[in-house]
């Protein structure tokens, strides 16, 4: 999709080096950064230079590349695919991501390890990039139909960032809006702030300004309202693990619009790509939901007017506060999962459907 006019995919690779759009500084800076080894791959993650799901698990797989080229040792490659799985520990396209690697590379002579690791890489994030434009191809089915009733502008409440960022292109959620705009059906997205990092703001806005997808900034706890007042369409988020029996991990929040929605009739949609999908977990109870540093919701950061970056403290200095950033909605809240194959209920039968 496009920044100032220019198309961009989240990763690429070049001469030794994988490129990323460094997320932290978005909106304000705008800065490609190189990844030269695999420590600096799993750093990103970490520190969420990149994030949202499936990018994550692009990065990891660019991840052990860059491992390869520092050595061919089985011992190292495979401390660091480790390293790389722990890096964050919900989205499951992460672990996804590094096995498939791993898999690929089981039994490759060392002097052609990196040449495959590289089209591998390159693969999981083709593959991603046309599955979520077929998620797209398939929500747009939903938008129009509410569009054809409805007759004018489709509000679509979203949270967090489930865009082409979170993505290696489309994105998730944004793709059947994407969709939706270029076919002209006028839409427009109340985007959730989304607290404490502000993914909503910073990133999903962001990225629907350069489109020139008209939107909205709202604070967390908005959605309510506006469903209550008639003023949301649908729904469509993102998912981090989407369990088999469509129970979906996603951003801390989401379950509590998915609430709201449910008391006001408002379609709850969830869109993922199958690397999204945990087939092993049973139990949402076993998902690992990451708890991140309190100084996320502590401090805040932006540009004074000078443009300058800075980051201040809104608590009180004495207070405790904590972070975890992942919640689940239990698969009866939700109205339907958008995924490359089509649209289906959130439940066994329904993914069986559609992944036999
Ligand atoms: O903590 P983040 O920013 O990595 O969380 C991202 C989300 O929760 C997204 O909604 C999810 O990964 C889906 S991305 C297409």
């Known amino acids: 999709m496009r920044i100032q006019g220019k198309e961009y995919r989240t990763i690429w690779y070049e001469d030794k080096i994988v490129k990323i759009i460094d997320q932290t500084k978005l909106p304000h800076q705008f800065l490609i950064k190189d990844l030269k080894s695999v420590k600096d791959a799993i750093n990103a993650i970490k520190v969420m230079e990149v994030r949202g799901a499936p990018l994550i698990g692009g990065t990891a797989a660019y991840g052990i590349v860059l491992a390869i080229q520092e050595s061919t040792e089985k011992e190292f490659i495979n401390k660091n695919a480790k390293e790389l799985i722990q890096s964050r520990p ?127 900034i709202i604070a967390d706890n908005t959605g309510g309202i506006l469903m209550q007042r008639g003023e949301v369409d649908m729904c469509i988020v993102g998912t981090d693990r989407t369990l088999s029996n469509g129970d979906v991990c996603n951003k801390i929040g989401t379950y509590l619009k998915a609430l709201a929605a449910h008391d006001n009739n408002v379609p709850f949609y969830v869109a993922l ?28 950061e932006g540009v004074d007017e000078n443009n300058e970056v800075k980051k201040v403290l809104i608590y009180p200095k004495k207070s405790k506060a904590m972070n975890l950033a992942f919640d689940v909605t239990p698969a009866k809240y939700v109205t339907g999962l958008i995924t490359e194959r089509g649209v289906s209920k959130a439940s066994s039968e329904g993914l069986k459907k559609l992944f036999k």
């Open 90 to 216: 919900t989205a499951i396209n992460l672990k996804w991501a590094v096995d498939r690697m791993m898999k690929k590379l089981s039994d490759i002579d060392s002097d052609q390890v990196l040449d495959i690791a590289l089209n591998e890489a390159k693969e999981i994030c083709d593959e991603d990039e046309k599955f979520c434009e077929n998620i797209g191809v398939n929500g747009l089915r939903i938008i129009e139909e509410i569009y054809n009733k409805k007759k004018s502008t489709v509000n679509i409440l979203t949270h967090c960032n489930a865009g082409w960022l979170a993505t290696i292109n489309w994105g998730t959620a944004t793709s059947p809006i994407y969709h939706a705009h270029k076919k002209g059906i006028p839409v427009h997205v109340w985007i959730d702030e989304t607290r404490p990092r502000n993914q909503g703001a910073n990133l999903t806005s962001y990225e629907l300004n350069e489109e020139e997808i008209p939107n909205t």
């Open 273 to 300: 790509p199958s690397s999204t999908i945990d087939w092993n977990i049973k139990d949402s109870k076993d998902i690992p939901i990451e708890e991140r540093n309190s100084e996320e919701l502590s401090h805040v």
